[in-house]
């Protein structure tokens, strides 16, 4: 896919609803007593792959609306084993939750990732699922992976690294498990979407700072959930809009929880001009209208405490960087390099070849920022739809264009991604 030059973006949008609460829906859904009606439903590979792991645990999905669901909730112990291994595709998010509710199930059930996903560590899940009382096996501490469900017991987890995905691996574990609360301490706040649902679906959680436990649950139901846009997803856009001269844009109707939005917080402080409208809650969420202007932009440091709440935003924060007057630097996120892939390698290396300033250390990257446009060229997508919508975004402010190789990975999280970008282009 080759992604032109513009002179600006202008335009007012909506993205697909979003991904982590999304997935969450559908797992929370399937767990629940009667219907869960879900709209917004942030429709991708990565979720459709949701879907269909809970329909073979035997749970009904009607998709009456490519963004409406409804999910017929089998209740906290009604997943059945089904014949063959669960494939989670892609999802990170989809393997390590799902193994949080399998501990609790009666079964033995195998879960299997793409080649991608099946690089990327396990042991993170299985080790305080084991703690629990759970059966686990990784693959040398990957996927494949076996969840035997068992009696649970409540526990005490400290998150060595600051993970959303392990700690609501453990709190949807605790809604099984005997012994009083199962309590997650956090080293840095992560997005609490499962802890915001669990409770909205009447389970007994208790939050303070820096920890969240949970009881375990005779019976939990959500009813009615609406999924707001995915901040993840407005990202590109807003981006592209802060660097591309003369850019004018607004991403209606996304969510605001502030353990996403760290990359507004950061363009902000790099000078970028970003109004919000229209605040408002959507399925409990925080969401509103993002206005963002283009303008000159200066570097600035993310530090470690702040990467947990733009951890999916840091590659298109370096191409921001790349643009700013000065020097950024991101300290503490070798995060990174567990993703869909090595996105410190990736975002370093890819950039470089279109003329950025940019190297790789051990937890980040250094940025030179030089305010003018990159020269452009070919960006490899590595298999990872960040990389490939950091390349679109690259393309759309360079001055020669971009070849985004493996393009339609994208799919993954935000299937109408270039037809969008299209229509903001003049
Ligand atoms: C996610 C949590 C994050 C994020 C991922 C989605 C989630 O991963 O990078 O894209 O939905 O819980 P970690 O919690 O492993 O950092």
Redesign the pocket.
């Known amino acids: 896919m080759r992604v032109e030059p513009v002179p600006a973006l202008e335009g007012h949008v909506a993205v697909p609803g979003d991904?982590?609460i999304s997935?969450r829906a559908v797992l929370v859904g399937a767990i629940c007593e009667g219907e869960t009606r879900v709209s917004g439903f942030g429709r991708s590979a990565d979720t459709e792959a949701t879907i269909e792991a809970v329909r073979a645990l035997g749970v009904r999905v009607d998709e009456p609306e490519v963004d409406a669901l409804v999910v017929h909730g089998a209740g906290l112990r009604g997943l059945r084993e089904p014949s063959h291994a669960l494939d989670c595709g892609n999802a990170?998010?989809l393997m390590r939750l799902l193994a949080g509710i399998l501990a609790g199930q009666r079964g033995r059930f195998e879960l299997v990732g793409d080649e991608s996903l099946s690089r990327r560590p396990m042991e993170r899940i299985a080790g305080p699922l084991r703690t629990m009382g759970a059966l686990v096996e990784t693959t040398d501490g990957h996927a494949p992976l076996v969840v035997e469900g068992s009696e649970l017991h409540a526990v005490r987890y400290e998150l060595p690294v600051?993970?959303?995905?392990?700690k609501?691996a453990v709190l949807l574990a605790g809604l099984y498990a005997d012994g009083g609360e199962t309590t997650v301490v956090e080293p840095l706040p992560?997005?609490d979407?499962t802890e915001r649902l669990l409770e909205r679906a009447g389970a007994d959680v208790r939050r303070a700072p820096g920890k969240v436990s949970v009881r375990a649950a005779e019976r939990i139901s959500l009813g009615e959930l609406e999924v707001p846009g995915d901040f993840s997803s407005a990202a590109p856009l807003l981006v592209a809009a802060a660097i591309v001269p003369g850019s004018e844009l607004t991403v209606h109707g996304v969510g605001l929880n502030s353990r996403r939005t760290g990359l507004l917080d950061v363009l902000e402080r790099m000078g970028a001009r970003i109004a919000i409208y229209n605040r408002r809650a959507i399925g409990g969420e925080p969401a509103g209208d993002i206005e963002i202007r283009a303008s000159e932009l200066v570097g600035t440091s993310v530090t470690a405490g702040e990467v947990?709440v733009l951890?999916?935003e840091l590659p298109l924060f370096a191409l921001a960087a790349c643009h700013a007057h000065g020097d950024s630097v991101v300290r503490g996120a070798q995060?990174l390099r567990a993703?869909e892939s090595d996105r410190i390698a990736g975002v370093v290396e890819e950039l470089r070849k279109l003329g950025a300033h940019i190297r790789a250390t051990r937890d980040g990257f250094r940025i030179r920022g030089v305010p003018a446009r990159l020269r452009g060229g070919r960006v490899d997508a590595r298999g990872d739809h960040r990389l490939a919508m950091l390349g679109a975004v690259a393309g759309l402010s360079s001055r020669e264009g971009v070849e985004v190789v493996g393009a339609e990975v994208v799919e993954t999280s935000f299937p109408g991604f270039f037809t969008l970008l299209g229509q903001l282009t003049r």
Do not use: F, I, L, N
């Not at 600051?162 to 392990?166: N, P």
């Open positions: 991904k982590s997935h990170g998010t600051a993970s959303a995905q392990v609501s992560t997005r979407h947990p951890v999916d995060e993703k």
